[in-house]
Structures are given as structure tokens and as C-alpha cells.
């Protein structure tokens, strides 16, 4: 289990969804966590203190003097495994994004080495403004990991962005955190802070999400899964063709890791990267090549991992000979390709989870959350590939997992391998949802 014996710290704040934290302090205290609740001034006027000390593992904390210990903000970040914040309001984001520290939470926060989930909750105008969206992605840069509010019914009547995530998005996050950030006994830990945010070292060089990602969950067994990787080729002629930047890396990683917590794998790639024993390799150059592979081995398919870059255009006429410079230069005329992750969620079965990939240069997360809507994917993953040390023929890879139901997960730069078992995480999440509302209908 991901909390068994870890020791978290739980704050809550002074919003109106503060009455969905006594549920996750149950939960995660039943998963065998011990919890150490703080609750803030504002979030006692709507939660009480013993309702939380009942329910938690030690007593609530509201004050920096309260406690025998002179410092007792100290006690707790040195401590804490994780903090989670939920909800998080607009005011303790900002006291969190600019250091201040006037109260036991903001001061526990900053004396903590520890990751963070923070987990916002507002009214919709609120969440959309500027000052809020900024703290936000400064938050982001240092590493902490941002569980995005749902659309939905708001405390005043009105519908909007800002009500707290779901009981199971924050534990789903909470799990994420601790997979990548936990070693095994063998290896030494030190946290320390780099300019990309939240990095966590281990004493022979290699990260803590890496060391992790070495022993993977056997949580997938059985389960059928599809992804494809690299970059499709387009022909102009027989040497030369239209392509996209794609080392395949992140889709072999992510094929590598569910074979090894027990999936069924079948690879669809462009590359040449070598496949593990236990994985139906099925090469492919084009994107109708892909096309045709994937919507056959997509059918039975209980999970489809779309990371390949296929091609948006190629050559309406290819050449059958080397073009050559004294013909002088060729008018080449580009038709689009088939969007074969459209195809796919045309045709996507019930109960099959769809991941799609997003590769952007700006506005990354309005893109990525329009893709995932259009093309009827449960999970999209996005990263700014304009970013350093992202994508393309990186080792490390830094993405933003966006939900159908309107969570995210934020995974910084990491190693691809340790992204590839938090999509896996989250398909895993969406798959075991999927699987309980089916039943519920029946």
C-alpha cells in the first residue's frame, strides 16, 4: 500500500469544501497513513478540531503556540513523508508562492523538504484570475504537485471551475507523490531543491523516482494494453521524407513499464530501440501503417497509450526517384495524414481508457484539455517541449496529466521512466473508475 506507514500532514484551509478533508483524513488514515492535521483559523469556521483529532492520527494543530514544542512547524515539515493542502484557498496559495509565514500551515510549509499536494478550491472568478493563475505556476516551477479543481455545482448555485477534486483525484495524487518520491531501503535519499523544481537525489546519482520506477507494482496483470511511439515518415521520395521529432523513447518506457507490473503489451513503433521479452512488437513507417496496426490491435484492448508523433501531413505524390538539386527546386504538395487518435476515439469500446499525448509550445494546458475533449480521450498527457530537458531525444520528461473529469496531475522533470509509471498510475486510476461505474449502472 502507498500510505502504509507514511506519515502525512493534512491542511485545510477556510473554504466551504473543507467539509470533504474529514473524508479524505478517513481514507487515507484507513490506507494506514498516520495523519497529522492543521487547520487554519478560516478553516475552523466551518470544520471543527475534534471531528478531525477523532478521525486523525494525532491531534489537530491550529497554532504556532498552542503546542508543548516551541516549534512545532518544524516538528511537522521535518517529519511529513507529504503534505497535502485541501482545500487550498486563493489567499494560502499566495502566502505559499511568496514565502510568508504567518501561521502554523504556511510556516509548515516552508520548513518541510517534503513534496507537496496542494489542492485548490474556489469560486470560478476567483480561480480565473491572473493572481491566482500566477502563484499557480509558480508553485508548479518549484515542484509542487497541483490537483486542479472540477467544473461543477458551486457553493453560491452558480456552475462553474473551482470545486474542490474528488476524494479519489486527491488520493490518487497523494499515491503519485509517494510512488515517486519513495526509494527503496537500500538506497539513501537526500532531497535537495534545483532550478526545475522539486528534485529528489539518491546517494549513487540516480533519482528517487528512478530507483522507484526499478520496482514497479504488479497492478496491471491482465490487462491488455496498446501503445505506440516514435515519429511517423512520410515519403517524398526514396530517400527523403516529412516527419515529426520523436525519439520513442517515452513510448517504449511507458510499453516497458506495464509489462513489468504484469500488462499484456503490444508495441506499435517507428524506431529501432530495442523491446524487451514479452512485448508483440509491431513495427511500423507511416501513419497509415500505424492507422492500420492500431485500430486492429486497439479493439481488444483495455488501454491504449497514444505517445507516437504521427505526421499531420505528407506528400500528395511521392516521387519513385531520388529528387535531384539539377531538376531544380520541387513543388511538394501536402495532404493531411488520418488523426489516428480521432479514429480511435470514434470507435473507442466501452470501458477501454484512451490516453492521448500532446506535445505543445505554448498555452499547453488549453490546448491539451481542448485535444482531450475533441478526440473523446480519457486521459491527455501534455508538456512544453519548448521547455529545457523536455521531450523529444531528452532522457527527462516534465508533463501535466489532464482527466476527463477535470483533475490533473503535474509530474516535473523527471526520468521518462518515472513519467511513464505515473501515466500508468493514472490510466490504472481512470480504469478502476471506469470499472466501478459500470457497476454501479448495472
Not at 332 to 342: G, W
Request: one cysteine or more; hydrophobic letters at 45%.
Amino acid at each position: 500500500m502507498p500510505l502504509a506507514g507514511k506519515r502525512i500532514v493534512l491542511g485545510v484551509t477556510g473554504g466551504i469544501a473543507a467539509y470533504k478533508a474529514i473524508e479524505l483524513c478517513r481514507q487515507m488514515v484507513d490506507a494506514g497513513a498516520h495523519v497529522a492535521p492543521i487547520l487554519t483559523k478560516g478553516a475552523l469556521h466551518f470544520v471543527g478540531e475534534t471531528t478531525f483529532s477523532a478521525l486523525a492520527s494525532e491531534p489537530v494543530q491550529t497554532s504556532l503556540w498552542t503546542e508543548d514544542s516551541p516549534i512545532p512547524h518544524t516538528r511537522l515539515g521535518q517529519t511529513a513523508d507529504l503534505i497535502v493542502v485541501a482545500p487550498a484557498t486563493a489567499r494560502s496559495l499566495a502566502a505559499y508562492a511568496t514565502g510568508m509565514s504567518d501561521d502554523l500551515l504556511t510556516a509548515t510549509l516552508l520548513a518541510t523538504r517534503a513534496p507537496v499536494v496542494v489542492c485548490p478550491a474556489m469560486h470560478t472568478e476567483m480561480w480565473e484570475h491572473p493572481a491566482v493563475q500566477a502563484n499557480l505556476e509558480i508553485l508548479r516551477t518549484r515542484g509542487v504537485i497541483i490537483v486542479d479543481p472540477e467544473s461543477g455545482r458551486l457553493a453560491g448555485g452558480d456552475v462553474g471551475a473551482g470545486r474542490l477534486a474528488s476524494v479519489e483525484v486527491i488520493l490518487d495524487s497523494v499515491k503519485l507523490a509517494l510512488r515517486s518520491t519513495s526509494a527503496p531501503d537500500t538506497v539513501h535519499v537526500e532531497p535537495a531543491f534545483g532550478s526545475s523544481g522539486l528534485t529528489l537525489a539518491a546517494s549513487d546519482g540516480v533519482t528517487v523516482a528512478e530507483a522507484q520506477a526499478e520496482a514497479p507494482l504488479a497492478d496491471l496483470a491482465g490487462i491488455r494494453v496498446l501503445v505506440t511511439a516514435g515519429g511517423t515518415r512520410e515519403p517524398i521520395d526514396p530517400v527523403r521524407f516529412v516527419g515529426n521529432r520523436s525519439s520513442g523513447r517515452q513510448g517504449h518506457a511507458i510499453a516497458e513499464a506495464a509489462a513489468e507490473r504484469g500488462a499484456l503489451v503490444t508495441l506499435i513503433t517507428t524506431t529501432s530501440l530495442p523491446v524487451p521479452a514479452g512485448i508483440t512488437r509491431i513495427s511500423v513507417n507511416t501513419a497509415d501503417e500505424m492507422l492500420s496496426a492500431a485500430l486492429e490491435a486497439a479493439e481488444p484492448a483495455d488501454l491504449v497509450v497514444m505517445t507516437a508523433a504521427v505526421a499531420d501531413f505528407r506528400p500528395a505524390a511521392v516521387a519513385t526517384d531520388k529528387l535531384k538539386k539539377a531538376d531544380g527546386i520541387p513543388q511538394i504538395v501536402l495532404e493531411p495524414t488520418v488523426d489516428i487518435l480521432s479514429k480511435l476515439g470514434e470507435r473507442k469500446p466501452a470501458g477501454q481508457i484512451l490516453v492521448g499525448f500532446a506535445a505543445e509550445t505554448s498555452q499547453v494546458a488549453k490546448n491539451a484539455t481542448e485535444k482531450l475533449t475533441r478526440k473523446n480521450c480519457d486521459l491527455i498527457v501534455a508538456n512544453d517541449v519548448s521547455a529545457p530537458g523536455v521531450g523529444f531525444e531528452h532522457e527527462t520528461n516534465a508533463v501535466t496529466i489532464f482527466t476527463a473529469t477535470g483533475g490533473s496531475v503535474t509530474v516535473p522533470l523527471s526520468s521518462k521512466r518515472a513519467v511513464a509509471q505515473a501515466v500508468l498510475d493514472s490510466a490504472l486510476a481512470a480504469l478502476n473508475h471506469q470499472a466501478i461505474t459500470n457497476s454501479d449502472e448495472h
